[in-house]
């Protein structure tokens, strides 16, 4: 009996094994079960001495990372094949802890989970809510889990749908973002090539001084923002074109759309 099943071998749970084996996770102690011959072959290979299964076998707890879609039939024939299973958590978007513990047994405890993509490169960000029969230990698990590709966060189920607003589909934004400052360095008469390479670093750099800083985005922006000078000059035209606004719809939006989703 493995001590983690994955249930889907996509990049998500790829990125979640290579976490967890880069924390000291015993590589003996995880299996991914995946239905594609292909995809099964392509993990083999790339991850030395893990189990790759073409169906669910015993474990104590299961990671459930197929499409939302397939989330409840897949716990159901894992719960079938693991009678000792004692954990889920799930990372399919949008489907709640109700319809988790549906599919399997009561005493099974369920976290559900909304990941973002940055965690393929072990700086994500999740939130977790726990379902009716999870406890602290349940939770405390799956931020250890989670905890191995970037930060954690709780919150209460009703809450999950403005995490995917903002986080899980907040790196879209920012692909965005940088798609339109490449854009307009090659209109400012910049190389396609070198308005790539500064637009990259400019973002990483940026996010790397939020983040090591005690001061909030105001202050930092501020202290770059001189009076009269090219910054202040660069956000009047953002203001006037209602950016901000457009975030804060951009997630609203996308907020509602999870719920409807759900």
């Excluded at 009996?1 to 003996?28: E, T, Y």
Aim: proline share 5%.
């Amino acid at each position: 009996m493995v001590a983690v099943q994955f249930l889907g071998g996509g990049r998500m749970a790829d990125a979640l094994v290579g976490g967890m084996l880069a924390a000291g996770h015993p590589v003996g102690d995880l299996a991914v079960v995946e239905i594609s011959a292909a995809r099964r072959d392509e993990l083999a290979a790339t991850r030395s001495g893990l189990t790759v299964l073409a169906e669910p076998g015993p474990a104590e707890a299961v990671v459930a990372a197929t499409k939302p879609g397939d989330v409840v039939t897949a716990l159901t024939a894992a719960a079938a094949a693991a009678p000792g299973l004692r954990r889920v958590l799930s990372i399919a978007a949008g489907v709640d802890t109700a319809a988790l513990q549906s599919a399997v047994p009561a005493e099974v405890a369920v976290v559900r989970a909304m990941p973002n993509t940055p965690s393929l490169v072990g700086e994500g960000a999740s939130a977790i809510c726990a379902g009716p029969s999870a406890t602290d230990d349940d939770l405390a698990w799956a931020e250890s889990l989670l905890g191995s590709v970037g930060t954690v966060v709780r919150v209460p189920e009703r809450l999950m749908d403005a995490v995917t607003g903002l986080s899980g589909s907040g790196p879209a934004y920012v692909f965005l973002i940088a798609e339109a400052l490449t854009d307009a360095g090659v209109l400012a008469g910049l190389p396609r090539d070198v308005a790539d390479r500064l637009t990259r670093q400019t973002l990483l750099g940026a996010a790397q001084l939020l983040a090591s800083s005690d001061e909030g985005p105001e202050a930092l922006r501020a202290a770059v923002t001189s009076p009269g000078g090219t910054t202040a000059a660069g956000l009047r035209e953002l203001e006037s074109h209602a950016v901000r606004a457009a975030i804060i719809d951009a997630v609203s939006a996308a907020a509602a759309r999870s719920a409807e989703l759900g």
